[in-house]
Nanobody, 128 residues
Framework: QVQLVESGGGLVQAGGSLRLSCAVS????????MGWFRQAPGKEREFVAT????????NYADSVKGRFTISRENAKNTLYLQMNSLKPEDTAVYYC?????????????????????WGQGTQVTVSS
């Protein structure tokens, strides 16, 4: 059974930083590209960032580019999202997800349909 468990969310002031973690079990972590998505109240879930199996390719939503960094540590089966210069509009529930092993086109990893397992989410609240 594949499980993804996020941690690291919380309340932070605007301009602050947080690092989210996602622990993966039940699948060979290094066999999956991974991604982060978020869902703000009253809005649809949206793409934040994605990273290839080896970490050699990353892609970001324009809204977080230059402020957020996605990374992974395959030896620890863990995905990270370093969030700096946080803004109130970053407030959302953040989800990590695993790309289907058969999905090999990085350009498609911005779409939720390319992901087959999801975590339960962790709340990030940025106060102004």
């Amino acid at each position: 059974q594949v499980q993804l468990v996020e941690s690291g969310g919380g309340l932070v002031q605007a301009g602050g930083s947080l690092r989210l973690s996602c622990a993966v079990s039940g699948r060979t972590f290094s066999s999956s590209a991974m991604g982060w998505f978020r869902q703000a109240p009253g809005k649809e879930r949206e793409f934040v960032a994605t990273i290839a199996r080896s970490g050699g390719y990353t892609n970001y939503a324009d809204s977080v580019k230059g402020r957020f960094t996605i990374s992974r540590e395959n030896a620890k089966n863990t995905l990270y999202l370093q969030m700096n210069s946080l803004k109130p509009e970053d407030t959302a529930v953040y989800y990590c997800a695993a790309v289907r092993p058969t999905s090999n086109i990085p350009g498609r990893w911005r779409s939720q349909t390319e992901y087959d397992y999801w975590g339960q989410g962790t709340q990030v609240t940025v106060s102004s």
